[in-house]
Each structure stands twice: as structure tokens, then as C-alpha cells.
């Protein structure tokens, strides 16, 4: 596996009031906060930014890192001596599915942060965690 710079990129803000601030001024609202209340209350909406959340802070720990996508995607791999040491997807929803393992399960387990869920997968080496423990760490 290697890093291919010709990929597609995503782009996380560091900042959620940055993010917030550009996306009401994108949409033309003379009310931000209201916008960015109303903006929140789709899960997606909310999902995105909480990977953002967590991708800005897992590269200050990882500063080598990048995402895989080949039929499924992994949101995460933080490289420590150029070898993975962390796979992480983040799937902020209350049920955790096979289906939302599935990328994971190709390199052998990671981590899966999920809304409110705490189990560890024996069989497929994945331990899933609740988003707010994670960022507690």
C-alpha cells in the first residue's frame, strides 16, 4: 500500500466555527448561527463534521496520514515509520452493521468510532468505541 498524491483529496477544517462561518457565507445567510443550527440537525451534515473533528486531531499525533478508497473506504491511516499503525473509520450512527466493517476487516481490524457503541470484535480485530471516548483520550 502507498500513498498515490494524484488521488482525490479531502479537506478538513481545524476549526468548526471556521467551518460554519464559510458554509453560512456560502449559502448567503444573514443569520449564521441560525443556519448553522438548521445545518446540524441532518445526521449527515452532523457525521461530516464530526470526522472532521476527529481527522484534525488525529493529525497532530499522526503527522503522516492519508484515507484509503478502493470499493469501500477507511477515513484514517496514521503512518508511524512509514507502516500503518492506525486504521480508524468513523461510522457516528447508534447501530453498527457488518456492512460498516467491512473495509476494516481487509487490513486485518482498526478502530471504528461510533455514536454510542463500546464492543470489541474479537473475530475481526475491531474495536469499536464511542466517539466521545475516543476524543477524551
Same mark, same amino acid.
Request: proline residues 4%.
Given at each position: ?8 483529496? +479531502? =479537506?478538513?477544517?481545524?476549526? !468548526? ?8 457565507? &456560502?449559502? /448567503? ?26 481527522? @484534525? &486531531? ?12 478502493? /470499493? ?7 503512518? /508511524? ?15 453498527? =452493521?457488518?456492512?460498516?466493517?467491512? @473495509?476494516? +476487516?481487509? =487490513?486485518? /481490524?482498526? =478502530?471504528?468510532? @461510533? ?14 468505541? !464511542? ?7
Amino acid at each position: 500500500m502507498t500513498i498515490s498524491f494524484r488521488k482525490r483529496r +479531502k =479537506v478538513y477544517f481545524i476549526d !468548526p466555527f471556521i467551518f460554519h462561518t464559510l458554509n453560512s457565507w &456560502c449559502a /448567503g445567510s444573514f443569520r449564521p448561527f441560525d443556519y448553522a443550527s438548521r445545518w446540524l440537525e441532518n445526521p449527515d451534515n452532523k457525521a461530516k463534521l464530526v470526522e472532521s473533528i476527529v481527522i @484534525s &486531531c488525529l493529525k497532530r499525533k499522526f503527522p503522516l496520514n492519508a484515507f484509503w478508497r478502493n /470499493g469501500g473506504e477507511i477515513d484514517f491511516i496514521g503512518f /508511524g515509520d512509514k507502516k500503518p499503525e492506525l486504521h480508524l473509520e468513523i461510522k457516528y450512527q447508534g447501530k453498527i =452493521v457488518s456492512k460498516n466493517k467491512k @473495509s476494516l +476487516k481487509k =487490513v486485518k /481490524g482498526g =478502530v471504528l468510532l @461510533s455514536r454510542d457503541i463500546l464492543y470489541f470484535d474479537k473475530e475481526n480485530n475491531i474495536l469499536i468505541i !464511542p466517539l466521545a471516548y475516543f476524543l477524551a483520550l
